[in-house]
């Protein structure tokens, strides 16, 4: 079992920035591909931003494409979402995902391959 824990959201203004963290427990990440996906109020889940297992490979939504950056540390027990000239329109709860992945460079940008969610972080940009 992987436990997720998420952290680093907040009120920002538009045009801030803000680097967002979810954490394992239970086990290191080293055989994980990851993702970011979010949820704003009365929407559906959205897909954000992913890494392959290996970190050779990375993937994101076009709205945040150039703005957003997702990686992880070396000893792959956390991983982060840096955002940066963040809009209202990013608004949302954060959500991190795990899944146990046999493919070193393949990313996963649908929510259902993802094995473990975590309880997510509130991200609130202001105009």
């Known amino acids: 079992q992987v436990q997720l824990v998420e952290s680093g959201g907040g009120l920002v203004q538009a045009g801030g920035s803000l680097r967002l963290s979810c954490a394992a427990s239970?086990?290191?990440?080293?055989?994980?591909?990851m993702g970011w996906f979010r949820q704003a109020l009365g929407k559906e889940r959205e897909f954000v931003a992913a890494?392959?297992?290996?970190?050779?490979?990375?993937y994101y939504a076009d709205s945040v494409k150039g703005r957003f950056t997702i990686f992880r540390n070396n000893a792959k027990t956390t991983v982060y979402l840096k955002m940066n000239s963040l809009k209202p329109e990013d608004t949302a709860v954060y959500y991190c995902?795990?899944?146990?992945?046999?493919?070193?460079?393949?990313?996963?940008?649908?929510?259902?391959?993802?094995?473990?969610w975590g309880q997510g972080t509130q991200v609130t940009v202001s105009s």
């Open positions: 995902a795990a899944r146990e992945s046999l493919y070193s460079s393949t990313v996963y940008y649908t929510g259902a391959p993802y094995d473990y």
């Open positions: 239970g086990r290191p990440l080293s055989s994980s591909a």
């Open positions: 890494i392959s297992r290996s970190d050779v490979t990375t």
